[in-house]
């Protein structure tokens, strides 16, 4: 009896102990991510105190680099007009359409492309020839089959969303471990099967990866795909300020441009913790 005694309550104080390491490494846990959360917070608030603290003492030339307040004088008159949310919305939709018209036929191409080596054996030298052209060294091009209406900045934006995703998805693809590829087909599995329940579930951190990196060169792009014949768009007010070399307005555009960014690759985020809830478990 004394026996059984002693070992429950050795198995009481290791159950204690290890709830209590446990407590601690949580609090300490927290600690961190409040202090990480903190950093992230400070450190673009000190970057512009230094901007303004520079630009007041005349370190910088405040002609070319403005300062912040500068910037946010023009920024509230533009907001409030409701001129910079105008074209916010132009170039929001140019992007959106350019990234679905490019990341959906590249997920489907690359998923393909995964799975049948014949298909990948006849098509990657032309992605490989395609892919390291600049996209912009093509606008002439796609000006001259496109024209200048929005069609022509639309496939801009795609073109250069295209290869990242598609290159992405096929390399998730070929990553998924064979031997779930031949269950599959063991267990009678047709091709429509296996890219519904193996392969784009396994590709879909890879795809995700892509659609962050498209995601990406869809903002540099549209700054080039306004340049020609745009008449609204931040693209278009960022060459427009240059033009007439107003400074703080070009900064109000291209501080819209960091915001989009932000927003989108927040909203690729939130949609791969839903698409792919186990890898953030």
Not at 157 to 176: E, H
Not at 213 to 219: D, H
Not at 257 to 262: E, M, Q, S, T
Request: glycine share 8%; proline share 5%.
């Amino acid at each position: 009896m004394n026996i059984m005694a002693d070992k429950g309550a050795g198995d009481l104080k290791s159950e204690i102990m290890v709830e209590k390491k446990e407590n601690k490494d949580a609090k300490r846990w927290q600690e961190t991510n409040i202090f990480t959360n903190l950093v992230a917070i400070l450190t673009p608030l000190i970057l512009l105190l230094l901007w303004e603290f520079m630009a007041g003492r005349h370190f910088i030339d405040v002609r070319l680099f403005s300062s912040p307040s500068r910037i946010f004088k023009t920024l509230v008159p533009l907001i409030l007009s409701g001129e910079l949310i105008y074209h916010t919305l132009v170039s929001v939709e140019r992007i959106l359409l350019g990234f679905l018209v490019g990341s959906v036929p590249a997920v489907i191409l690359g998923i393909i492309m995964g799975l049948i080596p014949t298909v990948r054996a006849a098509l990657m030298p032309l992605i490989s020839i395609m892919f390291p052209i600049p996209k912009l060294a093509v606008m002439p091009l796609i000006l001259i089959v496109f024209g200048l209406g929005e069609a022509s900045k639309i496939f801009t934006i795609a073109i250069g969303v295209f290869f990242l995703v598609l290159i992405n998805t096929m390399a998730g693809v070929m990553s998924i471990d064979p031997i779930y590829i031949d269950v599959a087909k063991s267990f009678g599995a047709k091709p429509l099967q296996i890219y519904r329940t193996v392969a784009i579930p396994g590709a879909l951190p890879m795809i995700f990866a892509g659609f962050k990196l498209g995601m990406g060169t869809a903002l540099l792009l549209i700054v080039a795909a306004e340049l020609s014949a745009a008449r609204a768009g931040v693209g278009w007010m960022i060459w427009r300020a240059y033009d007439m070399f107003d400074i703080e307005r070009m900064f109000c555009a291209l501080l819209m441009l960091a915001f989009l960014g932000y927003v989108f690759a927040y909203a690729l985020e939130f949609l791969e913790k839903i698409a792919i809830p186990w890898k953030h478990r």
